[in-house]
């Protein structure tokens, strides 16, 4: 009898996992209206101000692979690829992909492309979107079947910090006009990173976040976040979960709106009184998500940096950073 209870309670909390996950759901159509019929909103929101221990990445049992609000932490070994993928490639999703490419960042689209198209959600229905103000720049690139290619010509910037912080509002804008009638889920990746493993439907959720890789193991009151009252983007040095990469932020088409446009929104803000995040919109990002918690976290196998060596506990490198010259790449140092 207690071990039938204990399978019960086992099953009962992987079900949870997956459903928060959004592994599991009812019904399905293309369009983003009737797309949110694929799961209820599960919308988890942390009251400002609620104190509690910082959740660990990595632990003296190894790896740890739920949250405290039961979001599964993707890692290497938790999940079978080929079974994820067919559960999902029967849906006739749409991944829509965000990448923006300005300046001198054009030359890491052929990178990008080339290796997305050997492990990036391999057999699904992908559109890029490329962000940039050189389109002749754009490499051709021979895309699989189902897979397309939009340019979209954006106004150049004198700072690198201008970019970045133009980004949600770019995204919020091609939600609303495209991506709602067109898409199921969307990814924002940056473009100066190449894929090394595979990149699957084990990634989906409701809404996503990577775990940054240089920070994984760090105390939060180290974290770079936004550390001052008048911006938009300040957390207070008690509170706080991960320090998420603004290089990986994805989900459904709607919940992802919801937070470019929030983030939008603080920038302007901030933006009015002449204050600039530390960090840009990763900052904003992370505030977002401090409040309005990711229903899956990738772990840092899906965000490395070409110049960290692997480590113990990141066996595959699945998306990382390439090596550059910050002075050379960007419009100011």
Not at 12 to 17: A, E, I, S, T, Y
Not at 134 to 147: M, S
Request: contains cysteine; hydrophobic residues 40%; aromatic residues 14%.
């Amino acid at each position: 009898m207690i071990r039938s209870a204990q399978n019960i309670h086992s099953f009962l909390f992987v079900l949870l996992g997956m459903i928060l996950s959004g592994l599991i759901y009812v019904g399905y159509t293309s369009t983003w209206e009737n797309s949110t019929n694929m799961q209820q909103d599960v919308n988890l929101y942390s009251p400002q101000g609620l104190f509690y221990k910082q959740p660990i990445v990595v632990g003296t049992g190894g790896i740890v692979t739920l949250t405290p609000w039961l979001a599964p932490i993707v890692w290497e070994g938790t999940f079978d690829p080929q079974l994820i993928d067919s559960i999902y490639k029967q849906q006739n999703i749409t991944i829509a992909t965000t990448v923006f490419a300005l300046g001198k960042y054009t030359q890491f689209l052929k990178t990008f492309l080339e290796s997305a198209e050997q492990q990036y959600f391999v057999g699904f229905r992908v559109s890029y979107y490329i962000f940039t103000d050189k389109p002749e720049d754009v490499p051709v690139v021979k895309l699989g079947t189902e897979r397309y290619l939009t340019v979209l010509k954006v106004p150049s910037s004198n700072r690198w910090q201008e970019i970045t912080l133009r980004r949600m509002e770019k995204l919020e804008k091609l939600i609303e006009s495209q991506l709602a009638n067109e898409a199921d889920y969307v990814f924002s990746l940056d473009v100066d990173t190449k894929f090394y493993g595979h990149w699957g439907a084990e990634s989906l959720g409701r809404l996503v976040g990577v775990i940054h890789p240089g920070y994984y193991q760090t105390p939060r009151e180290q974290f770079p976040y936004e550390r001052r009252p008048k911006s938009q983007a300040f957390i207070p040095s008690a509170e706080g979960d991960y320090y998420y990469g603004g290089a990986v932020i994805g989900g459904f088409v709607k919940d992802v709106l919801q937070l470019a446009k929030t983030c939008r929104k603080q920038l302007d803000a901030d933006a009015a009184i002449s204050i600039e995040a530390v960090w840009q919109e990763e900052s904003h990002l992370n505030k977002y998500f401090i409040y309005n918690k990711p229903s899956k976290v990738l772990s840092p196998e899906y965000l490395w940096q070409d110049f960290k060596a692997k480590t113990k506990e990141v066996k595959v490198i699945r998306f990382s950073q390439v090596n550059k010259n910050y002075a050379a790449v960007r419009p100011n140092p």
